[in-house]
């Protein structure tokens, strides 16, 4: 599976953004879903996570009420809609898929086997 994240960009702080992973190789319909972000000197980060059996969402406690992810099985993709981004959401954001996730290490980047080349948020004040 190959992951490619578009989307990011230079915004202003309270502006949205939408970003897209595009899966190709096979199709993802069965993949928990996932965004992670990164800063430098920092560790990769959860930020949230969808199911393929019952499209359960899952977020970070700092995203939460601010971005959506959804997702778009025809057409391999899953996509994350941030709102009212705030300046310390500027990071390198990584999409990650995996077919045989467990609840229990949703939140963890080691437990994902494929990941994309990441896209650049930066949010300023």
């Known amino acids: 599976v190959q992951l490619q994240a578009s989307g990011g960009g230079l915004v202003q702080a309270g502006d949205p953004l939408r970003l897209s992973c595009v899966a190709s190789?096979?199709?993802?319909?069965?993949?928990?879903m996932a965004w992670f972000r990164q800063t430098p000197g920092k560790e990769r980060e959860f930020v949230s996570a969808i199911r393929s059996s019952n499209s359960m969402t899952y977020y970070s406690d700092s995203v939460r009420g601010r971005f959506t992810i959804s997702r778009d099985n025809a057409v391999n993709a899953v996509y994350l809609q941030m709102d009212s981004l705030k300046t310390e959401d500027t990071a390198v954001y990584y999409c990650a898929a995996d077919a045989r996730l467990i609840l229990s290490s949703i939140r963890m980047s080691r437990d994902y086997d494929y990941w994309g080349q990441g896209t650049l948020v930066t949010v300023s004040s």
């Open positions: 190789g096979r199709s993802v319909r069965q993949y928990t």
